[in-house]
């Protein structure tokens, strides 16, 4: 997906941050999201958890739209027009509807429910997606996340994979990235990560065995959730510090909760992220700028019916590296 605000900001992500609302004794903090608009008059709107000044980085996740559940008939869907990627991989989960993927590689694909779609951009690739005519409610999320500076070139690729889902004590977890619940995906990743959506049955608990030296989120979708005794609700996301080895989740309401889970070894690299590229310097973005707007290294798509998105103008100032918050 890509980010398509007029006026996209330049954000350094790494490290800890200002801002979070804290519960010390089990070092869970609370953000919330903001609303984001897709551009247009029946603009989608997604809610946004990352990157934000409280946190800009879970792990090497660095970026986190969630939407929906939508009424096509009211928004208009997604119609998302060819547009570049660098330095990342995105990361596709539908939770209903049905998305249309078409990539300069030449993949053309679905996203559907409870599938993972995953495309690397490394030093350049162009996408586009469109929700489909069969789709009538459409909502998930859409992540992405950072390559480190020694792989931030790799190849282009798409992966597809359809987790199996495993059931443990009124709990139902598909496991897209990484491994949870005795459960690993063989999709590939470029640093330690976890990516799993977990429904709890009404007031169901789970205590799940994780990595301590991971740092993790909890997006919650639908419900009210307990995280190691936090309350996170609706659209907010809980993090968790690294440190811990176990994480429960409690459904605190009388319907199913949804959630997903995301998590990785802390990331120390600086990046610069603005529009859809992340680099390592303001000359890194500036050329991937200038090469999509001249046609050059992200390659075409085919079978898009319109043209492709224009990159927004930089900004007037200097894009530069921040330093690393503690």
Not at 42 to 57: G, I, Y
Not at 207 to 213: F, I, M, N, R, S
Not at 312 to 318: I, K
Request: with cysteine.
């Amino acid at each position: 997906m890509s980010k398509a605000e007029t006026k996209p900001v330049e954000m350094r992500c790494g490290g800890p941050a200002d801002g979070e609302r804290a519960t010390e004794a089990v070092r869970v903090d609370v953000l919330t999201s903001r609303d984001v608009p897709l551009g247009g008059p029946r603009a989608m709107t997604v809610r946004r958890t990352l990157p934000q000044r409280a946190r800009t980085l879970i792990g090497a996740w660095c970026f986190a739209d969630h939407y929906g559940p939508d009424d096509v008939s009211v928004t208009g869907g997604m119609d998302v027009a060819p547009h570049p990627h660098t330095g990342l991989q995105t990361v596709s989960w539908l939770f209903s509807g049905e998305i249309e993927h078409r990539d300069s590689l030449g993949s053309h694909a679905f996203v559907r429910p409870g599938e993972l779609n995953l495309m690397t951009g490394g030093h350049g690739i162009s996408h586009s997606e469109v929700s489909t005519p069969r789709t009538t409610v459409l909502h998930g999320v859409q992540l992405w996340v950072a390559l480190p500076e020694a792989l931030r070139d790799a190849d282009r690729d798409f992966q597809h994979h359809a987790p199996e889902p495993v059931r443990a004590d009124g709990a139902e977890i598909r496991v897209f990235l990484g491994s949870l619940a005795g459960h690993t995906s063989p999709v590939r990743t470029f640093t330690p990560l976890l990516g799993a959506e977990i429904v709890l049955q009404p007031r169901a608990a789970l205590t799940l065995a994780v990595d301590p030296g991971f740092e993790h989120g909890l997006l919650v979708d639908q419900g009210k959730v307990r995280l190691s005794g936090t309350l996170v609700g609706r659209a907010e996301l809980g993090y968790a510090h690294p440190g811990a080895d176990a994480l429960t989740l409690a459904n605190e309401s009388d319907d199913i909760a949804r959630t997903v889970l995301l998590g990785g070894t802390p990331f120390e690299e600086e990046i610069v992220m603005w529009w859809n590229f992340i680099g390592r310097s303001a000359e890194d973005i500036v050329q991937a700028r200038q090469d999509w707007m001249e046609g050059r290294r992200f390659g075409e798509v085919q079978g898009y019916d319109g043209a492709p998105l224009p990159a927004p103008e930089l900004p007037t100032v200097p894009l530069k590296p921040r330093g690393k918050r503690r």
